[in-house]
C-alpha cells in the first residue's frame, strides 16, 4: 500500500516560512502526480498546490501565488512545499496527496486523488 509520510510544519510569526516535506513509502513517486490541500479549523479541506509527474507543470491557488512554491525531488521519492510570507489566514492542517493517473486539467480537486498523507499542523500567529 502506499504511504505518504510528512514533516515540516510547525507554528511561524506572520512574515515567516517554513518547507513541508511528503515522502513515499511503497511506491515509486515519479509515477505519481502530486498535491498539496490545507484544511482550516472548521472549514472545509482547500486546494494551494499541484505538481505533474515530471515536474514540468505547476498549479497555484491564487491565495498562495507567489509565496509557495511546489517541487518534487523524485530521486529521493521526495515532494515540497516552501511557504515563504506566512499569513496567519495561512493557518491549516496540510495534507499532501498523490495519484497515478495523468491529470488533464488542473488537479484542484480532492477526489482526484487516491492517497493522502497524515497531515501536519501549520500555525502563523500575528
Known amino acids: 500500500q502506499v504511504q505518504l509520510v510528512q514533516s515540516g510544519g510547525g507554528s511561524v510569526q506572520a512574515g515567516g516560512s517554513l518547507r513541508l516535506s511528503c515522502s513515499a513509502s511503497?511506491?515509486?513517486?515519479?509515477?505519481?502526480?502530486m498535491g498539496w490541500f490545507r484544511q482550516p479549523r472548521g472549514k472545509e479541506r482547500e486546494f494551494v498546490a499541484a505538481?505533474?509527474?515530471?515536474?514540468?507543470?505547476?498549479n497555484y491557488a491564487d491565495s498562495v501565488k507567489g509565496r509557495f512554491t511546489i517541487s518534487r525531488d523524485n530521486a529521493k521519492n521526495t515532494v515540497y512545499m516552501q511557504m515563504n510570507s506566512l499569513k496567519p489566514e495561512d493557518t491549516a492542517v496540510y495534507y499532501c496527496?498523490?495519484?497515478?493517473?495523468?491529470?488533464?486539467?488542473?488537479?484542484?480537486?480532492?477526489?482526484?486523488?487516491?492517497?493522502w498523507g497524515q497531515g501536519t499542523q501549520v500555525t502563523v500567529s500575528s
Open positions: 505538481i505533474s509527474k515530471n515536474g514540468s507543470s505547476k
Open positions: 496527496a498523490a495519484t497515478p493517473k495523468t491529470l488533464t486539467d488542473w488537479g484542484t480537486r480532492t477526489y482526484e486523488y487516491e492517497y
Open positions: 511503497g511506491a515509486t513517486l515519479s509515477n505519481y502526480f
